[in-house]
């Protein structure tokens, strides 16, 4: 059975990602926050911890900045002595939320449709939940808001927990499975798992050297 919701928002993919890496870098990155347009460019485009991924233009993360601003969800910094102008998020001034409700909403507009514990596990770094009903604390918190920041569907077919989503893009459909490796057929599974967690791996590492680099160059701007 499909059931979809939807909500009262209506930012677009590229405002949700732009918003989302705002909140990500704040914690992750507190250093070389506020972000400037590339720094923005290099997180939405980022290949681990994204989904989907994208490949934003400095010239689209501009533009979707600004739309941002007029909604009142981004502010901009102009730092003494800089020459580029930075941006930050205001979802907890606009929507009144602490850092364990920005973070939970950060991992859904990032990531997608997520079980509590799958929240809980890749929140790690925005904010630190002792437990996983804490996480569902949170998420009955932001589904309990008015308008509601976020939704749960139903349990699908050969799942045995509720996922969640956002509602900033207005609407949330049903969650489909993937299809896995055994309904793909064939003994290649275990292979498939290996090169699934190497690649995995490599974009862990990959991600690890962005944020470095851009810490670095951060310096010269």
Not at 1 to 24: Q, Y
Not at 84 to 97: A, F, G, P, Q, S
Request: with cysteine; charged share 25%; glycine share 8%.
């Amino acid at each position: 059975m499909t059931n979809e919701v939807t909500g009262a928002f209506d930012l677009d993919p590229m405002e949700i990602r732009v918003l989302a890496v705002l909140a990500e870098k704040e914690a992750l990155t507190p250093d070389n926050y506020p972000m400037s347009v590339n720094a923005v460019v290099n997180g939405c485009n980022q290949l681990s911890s994204r989904d989907p991924i994208m490949q934003l233009t400095d010239e689209v993360v501009q533009d979707t900045l600004q739309r941002l601003i007029e909604k009142k969800l981004v502010g901009t910094i102009s730092q003494a002595g800089a020459r580029v102008v930075k941006y930050e998020h205001r979802m907890r001034i606009k929507w009144t939320l602490e850092q364990d409700k920005v973070a939970v909403l950060a991992i859904l507009m990032l990531r997608g449709l997520q079980t509590a514990g799958e929240i809980r596990t890749r929140t790690g770094r925005l904010f630190e939940f002792k437990s996983v009903p804490e996480v569902e604390t949170v998420l009955q918190f932001l589904i309990d808001k008015y308008p509601p920041l976020v939704a749960r569907l139903d349990r699908a077919p050969g799942t045995k927990e509720p996922r969640y989503g956002h509602l900033l893009g207005g609407e949330l459909a049903a969650y489909e499975p993937p299809a896995t490796a055994a309904t793909l057929g064939g003994g290649s599974g275990g292979r498939v798992g290996q090169l699934e967690q190497e690649v995995a791996a490599l974009r862990s590492e990959l991600e690890e050297l962005k944020v470095q680099f851009e810490a670095f160059r951060q310096q010269f701007q």
